[in-house]
């Protein structure tokens, strides 16, 4: 059984950085291209980013040069560098991961408020 579980959330001041963790069990982490997506209230999810099994990095426009994502194969784990965050980046972040089926993470809030 595939298992992601986000970590990171919390309340930031616009300007400032915030960085999510996604770990997975329960699939061959580095065949896989975990993303990155949010929800914010009222809006459908969208994608934020996504990276590769190669590590190539895939970013939608809204935070290209803001938010970087990268993984780590060794602790089975994606992670989301959000910098510069404005109050639009408020959402809650799941991780994805397609592994035999589509599998997601309960998500973790982002709250971005002076």
């Known amino acids: 059984q595939v298992r992601l579980v986000e970590s990171g959330g919390g309340l930031v001041q616009p300007g400032g950085s915030l960085r999510l963790s996604c770990v997975v069990s329960?699939?061959?982490?580095?065949?896989?291209?975990p993303g990155w997506y949010r929800q914010a209230p009222g809006n459908e999810r969208e994608l934020v980013a996504s990276i590769a099994s190669d590590g190539t990095p895939n970013y939608a426009d809204s935070v290209k040069g803001r938010f970087t994502i990268s993984r780590d194969n060794a602790r089975n784990t994606v992670y989301l560098q959000m910098d510069n965050v404005a109050p639009e980046d408020t959402a809650v972040y799941f991780c994805r991961v397609y592994y035999r089926r589509d599998n997601w993470g309960r998500g973790t809030q982002v709250t971005v408020s002076s």
């Open positions: 329960g699939a061959n982490f580095k065949i896989t291209a």
